[in-house]
């Protein structure tokens, strides 16, 4: 079955390893992989590329494609794919973005804890009021839901491709608790990033487009009760506190 317009595939690190066993493609990419210093961004540069060439093969293209970055250190596919991609990785899982579009954003986020932030620190990474809510209730509830936070704000600043160099505020953000649509008033674009906790407590973000009703979204992990593959949207998350964004 083809991908859907929107698609994210995620892998845990025993698959990762196991992409990353696969020679790479193209010679640009062999020359990055040898490149890097450690082996945890090598597994994780060439799964990712592995993840690609599988979804790219789904969507009807059998040979690699080459993924290049823009200035901005932002990965892009030819144009004859017609396809924006998005890529992350973080120990242990690695995450790849599809999108029938010209732009998408994908994040995986460790476990954070809110007591390694200032106060200052967090109202600058994050949209207003949301660090606010991270004194509503317990120490374990706050950081899951920093984790979610900071997902949430990585997948849309990758959405529109700027990360934080030009700070939050080029966006509006409206969260109510399921999910956060974030307003890219340049472009006259709109995202709608939603969330998934994964089994270890990082937390997958992905943005595309609005109304992005059409998401498939496959776990690959042997975990028990990790795996997860749909042709409709995520879960909706719990609803916050006075509904504040979770």
Known sequence: MALARNAVRIADAATAAALAARPLASAAD???HDRMRSARARTGFAATRALADDMLRERGHPEPQAIRADPR???FLPPACGLAISISHTDPWV???LAAADRCGVDVQSPLD????TRSV????LPPGWADALGDGEEAAAAATLTRMWATVEAALKWRGTG????????RWEA???RTVVHDDEAGRSARVDTRRLPDGSV???????????IDVAIHSPSPGARHDSRRTPTPAPTPVEGRPT
Do not use: E, N, S, T
């Not at 934080?164 to 966006?171: E, I, P, S």
């Not at 997958?204 to 059409?214: K, Q, T």
């Open 164 to 171: 934080f160099a030009r700070g939050l505020d080029v966006l």
């Open 114 to 117: 809110p007591r390694a932030f």
């Open 95 to 97: 995450a790849v973005a």
């Open 176 to 178: 109510d608790g399921i």
């Open 30 to 32: 062999r020359d990055r």
């Open 73 to 75: 250190g932002r990965p």
């Open 204 to 214: 997958l973000a992905h943005a595309f487009d609005a109304p992005a009703d059409d």
């Open 122 to 125: 967090l109202q600058r990474y």
